[in-house]
T-cell receptor
Framework: KQEVTQIPAALSVPEGENLVLNCSFT??????LQWFRQDPGKGLTSLLL?????REQTSGRLNASLDKSSGRSTLYIAASQPGDSATYLC????????????FGKGTRLHILP | EAQVTQNPRYLITVTGKKLTVTCSQN?????MSWYRQDPGLGLRQIYY???????DKGDVPEGYKVSRKEKRNFPLILESPSPNQTSLYFC?????????????FGPGTRLLVL
């Protein structure tokens, strides 16, 4: 059964720093890996989607990488801003008979002004 | 505007009183699903639907029902709500399942069962 883990659960960094959020998964038979942002009390917004055949995706200051062999994905945020403060979740889409999407519990990020 | 809508956004009810949370998408998506989000447990899938009249259980289906009579709608039904179903519920949709498909989420429904 697929398990998705995000460590740390919470992270505080000063504004302007570059940072990396980690996501690990136990079953490499995934068809994609998505990163989402969730603001308090709000829904999820998709940030980046990496297909299983891809190694990375970039959008503005965000870069997500995928290493299926090691079961890891990272989300790199460059030049962090207070507006980046949110919870970031990763989700693995699985090629199995259930076609389920499994979420990590998220990393709560706080950018200090 | 392409979106997933949920109603109601907030709901307080009592144990045993049947309720329905509606979900609608205007993107002609085939795949729709329901999640609940609880502190310390993260997002867990309740039910999903690959297309009209096709539904399947997720990880936590007990106490819930769904139906998919039309492509755009995927209501979540709690026949006899209990306090352990107090949670934040999200509906999501995607064009299909597959490597390139992004999921779009609704704004969430916060449910309190007394």
């Amino acid at each position: 059964k697929q398990e998705v883990t995000q460590i740390p659960a919470a992270l505080s960094v000063p504004e302007g720093e570059n940072l990396v959020l980690n996501c690990s998964f136990t079953d490499s038979a995934i068809y994609n890996l998505q990163w989402f942002r969730q603001d308090p009390g709000k829904g999820l917004t998709s940030l980046l989607l990496i297909q299983s055949s891809q190694r990375e995706q970039t959008s503005g200051r965000l870069n997500a990488s995928l290493d299926k062999s090691s079961g890891r994905s990272t989300l790199y945020i460059a030049a962090s801003q207070p507006g980046d403060s949110a919870t970031y979740l990763c989700a693995a889409g699985n090629w199995n008979r259930d076609d389920k999407i499994i979420f990590g519990k998220g990393t709560r990020l706080h950018i200090l002004p | 505007e392409a979106q997933v809508t949920q109603n109601p956004r907030y709901l307080i009810t009592v144990t045993g009183k049947k309720l329905t949370v509606t979900c609608s998408q205007n993107m002609n998506h085939e795949y729709m699903s329901w999640y609940r989000q609880d502190p310390g447990l993260g997002l867990r899938q309740i039910y999903y639907s690959m297309n009209v009249e096709v539904t399947d259980k997720g990880d936590v289906p007990e106490g819930y029902k769904v139906s998919r009579k039309e492509k755009r709608n995927f209501p979540l039904i709690l026949e006899s709500p209990s306090p352990n179903q107090t949670s934040l519920y999200f509906c999501a949709s995607s064009l299909a399942t597959g490597p390139q498909e992004t999921q779009y989420f609704g704004p969430g429904t916060r449910l309190l069962v007394l």
